[in-house]
C-alpha cells in the first residue's frame, strides 16, 4: 500500500526536484499544520530509497518518531531507528532519528544522501547545529509550518531556498481542512 498525495502536495515534490536540478542543497519546505508534512516526508523517502540512496529523518519527540514510522510504513518503508529505547542498526540507510540519539552516535552513522530535518525551525541551537553541520555533505532539507524563530534568527543561514506550500486558508477554501472558530477571554486578571 502507497500513499496517495494530493495535488498541493506533489506540487511542493515537484518544486523541490526543481530546486535541486537547480543546485540547491538545503531547500526548506513550509506546510501549515494539517498538510501533511509527513506525509510529504514519506514520499520522499520512497523516492531516495529507490534510486538507492540513504535518508536519515530527523525529529525531537517521540510522538514524532512513532507518527513518522507509522507513515513511513503505508509507503512500504520500513526504517530503522536511532532513539533511545529502540535497537540500534548500524548501516541501515533509512533511519528515523531522534535529535539527541542522533548526536550521541554520530559517529556509528554513515553520512546519508539526504538528511531531513522535521520542525527545523530549532535548527540553529548548538546540538541540532551540530548534528547538521556533521552532515555538510547531505543535501539538508527543512520541514516547518513557522519558517521564523522566536529569537529573530534567520533561517537562511543554513537554508539557500523556500519552498512555500499552500497557507491554512488556502487549505480550508480547498477543502483539505476544516473552517475553525477560536475564542479567547477579553477581560483577563493577570493581577495574580
Not at 82 to 94: E, M
Not at 119 to 131: D, F, G, N, P, R
Not at 182 to 192: F, G, Q, V
Request: aromatic share 10%; proline share 6%.
Amino acid at each position: 500500500m502507497t500513499i496517495t498525495l494530493r495535488p498541493y502536495q506533489q506540487k511542493v515534490i515537484d518544486d523541490l526536484a526543481d530546486a535541486l536540478r537547480k543546485g540547491y542543497r538545503h531547500p526548506l519546505l513550509v506546510l501549515p499544520t494539517g498538510a501533511g508534512k509527513t506525509v510529504v516526508a514519506s514520499k520522499l523517502a520512497e523516492g531516495i530509497k529507490n534510486k538507492g540512496n540513504s535518508l536519515i529523518f530527523m525529529c525531537h519527540r517521540t510522538e514524532l518518531v512513532d507518527q513518522t514510522y507509522r507513515t513511513f510504513l503505508k509507503n512500504d518503508i520500513e526504517p530503522d531507528f536511532i532513539a533511545a529505547g529502540r535497537k540500534f542498526k548500524p548501516k541501515s540507510n533509512c533511519y528515523i532519528a531522534m535529535v539527541n540519539s542522533l548526536l550521541r552516535r554520530l559517529q556509528k552513522v554513515d553520512c546519508p544522501k539526504v538528511f531531513i530535518v522535521d520542525e527545523t525551525q530549532y535548527v540553529l541551537s548548538k546540538t541540532w547545529k551540530t548534528i547538521v553541520n556533521y552532515f555538510d555533505k547531505s543535501i539538508v532539507i527543512g520541514l516547518t509550518a513557522t519558517p521564523y524563530r522566536l529569537d529573530g534568527k534567520p533561517l537562511s543561514d543554513l537554508y539557500d531556498c523556500m519552498i512555500q506550500g499552500p497557507t491554512t486558508d488556502e487549505l480550508i477554501k480547498m477543502g483539505n481542512l476544516v473552517p475553525y472558530k477560536y475564542y479567547a477571554p477579553t477581560n483577563l486578571d493577570t493581577s495574580k
